[in-house]
């Protein structure tokens, strides 16, 4: 008896040009809870198939009119997706290779053994199902972004929103690669019972849904800083509050945080919770950074300054792995990021629309291999 697993459509096409396996083998499949529907040749198959569009087909090499090897590839040109399972005899292994090239699930020998045939069934529902799964995280992706986008072109009410939905587009596609990729690597594993591949295809899904819950995060956080909030307050205020916050999470790379305040700064007129948002991106860059650096001695420090010009400087100091001069300009672009998949590049762009709705500038010293200093001056108010 064939176990059914957990799919939607459990229609299987049978073809065999003998009418014996069809009759026994199509009352072992429903008798297992299939939906079975039988052809006798290719050309029938192939009617049944534009009526039903089965998820699975089982069908013999060896017919005459078309062979299965020409089924499947018209089976495949029609649904990709179809899960094509072969039938071949003990002396016909170049044929059911050939078959496997042209992306057949699985063969299994006459005669037919149940047990066997029930291991190439359970690898076909599980491809189905790991492409259902990649599908609805897409899809929920792509009604994520959008409402976030949404929420994004109503906050900005700029011209400029235009082009950063269309590099938003650009992210969104760039994760959904990744997840066909994941998609592509998980079949690899499954077809040919690789553990490798299924570890290394799953990891790249945890990673690629990572990433669209930073982006989500990401976007939450961009809307919510449309305008900033005048008050008065305290300069060193949010310095204090975000190495309080990732002092522990720096200590536990063996990173020190330090900070240097100014006690010459007077209160001023700032958006402290916008400064906060800025701060923390950037301490956390920097503590990515100097995780990625290998040398002893790895320090992040924040400091204040009182400038003539500026009613504070503020300067996120790291001895990370420093920046080549062409990643320095674009850092604060849309969507720029170094991070790979943990990186969605909306907290750098965050961080500068804050800063020059202060009227403020951003500066970056970087030199690759010895740090980075990030320098963000704020005026009187």
Known sequence: MFAMGHIKDNTILLVDDEAGIRKVLGISLQDSGYDVHTAENATEALRLFEELAPPIVLTDIK?????????????????????????????????????????????????????????????????????????????????????????????????????????????????????????????????????????????MVEGNVEKIKNLSLDLLNFGKYGNVVFTMGDANAPVLEVVQLLESRAAAQGIALKMELSDQLAPMRFDPEGIHRCLLNLVTNAIDACGENDAPGKTVTVRTKKSQNWAVEYEVIDTGSGMPKDVQDKIFQSFFSTKGIRGTGIGLMMTKRIVDQHQGIIEVISKKGVGSTIRIKLPFQ
Request: aromatic letters at 4%; a neutral charge.
């Open 63 to 203: 017919m005459p009119d078309l062979d299965g090897i020409e089924l499947l590839r018209r089976i495949k040109k029609i649904n990709p997706d179809t899960e094509v399972i072969m039938f071949t005899g003990h002396g016909d292994m170049g044929l059911a290779i050939k078959s496997l090239k042209n992306d057949a699930t699985d063969f299994v020998t006459k005669p037919i053994n149940d047990e066997v045939l029930d291991i190439a069934l359970k690898r076909a529902r599980e491809r189905i199902s790991m492409r259902h799964q990649i599908r609805e995280y897409t899809e929920n992706l792509e009604r994520l972004v959008a409402e976030k986008a949404q929420k994004l072109i109503e906050a900005e009410r700029m011209a400029a929103v235009g082009q950063t939905v269309s590099e938003l587009s650009h992210a969104i596609k760039s994760i959904a690669n990744g997840l066909k990729g994941s998609i592509f690597v998980l079949g690899k594993g499954i077809e040919l019972d690789n553990k490798q591949y299924l570890q290394e295809g799953w990891k």
